[in-house]
C-alpha cells in the first residue's frame, strides 16, 4: 500500500468520527421532549458496552466452556446484586478452575 492511501483512508475514518460526534450537537439544539427518544438514549450506553464486551468474553479463553462458566458466574452474581469487583473475582476464579480441569 501507498503512503498516500493510508494517510487517506486516516483522514476519511477521522472525518467521519468527528461528523457523527459533531451532527447531533448542531443538528439538535433543544432539549428532547419525545418519551420514547429519551427512553432510546438511556439505553445506548449499555446497549454499548454489552455489544462490545460479549464477544470479548467468548474469544478471551483457551475454551469455550471455561469463557461459559466464567460468564454464567458472573450473570449470576450480579442478578443476586452483588459489587462488581466481587462479580469480577468469581468469574475470574470460574475460568480458572474450568481451564485448570480442561
Known amino acids: 500500500m ?10 476519511l475514518m477521522a472525518g467521519v468520527t468527528y461528523l457523527i460526534r459533531v451532527l447531533p450537537l448542531v443538528l439538535i439544539r433543544r432539549e428532547i421532549k419525545n418519551t420514547t427518544v429519551r427512553s432510546f438514549l ?13 464477544p470479548a468474553i467468548f474469544t478471551a479463553t483457551g475454551v469455550i466452556w471455561s ?8 450473570v ?9 469487583p ?15 480441569f480442561f
Open 2 to 11: 501507498k503512503i498516500e492511501s493510508i494517510l487517506l483512508a486516516i483522514l
Open 86 to 100: 466481587l462479580v469480577a473475582a468469581c468469574a475470574c476464579a470460574a475460568v480458572f478452575l474450568v481451564e485448570l
Open 76 to 84: 449470576l452474581l450480579s442478578l443476586k446484586g452483588c459489587k462488581l
Open 67 to 74: 469463557a461459559l462458566a466464567g460468564f454464567a458466574v458472573a
Open 42 to 54: 438511556h439505553y445506548v450506553p449499555y446497549v454499548t458496552l454489552s455489544v462490545m464486551t460479549v
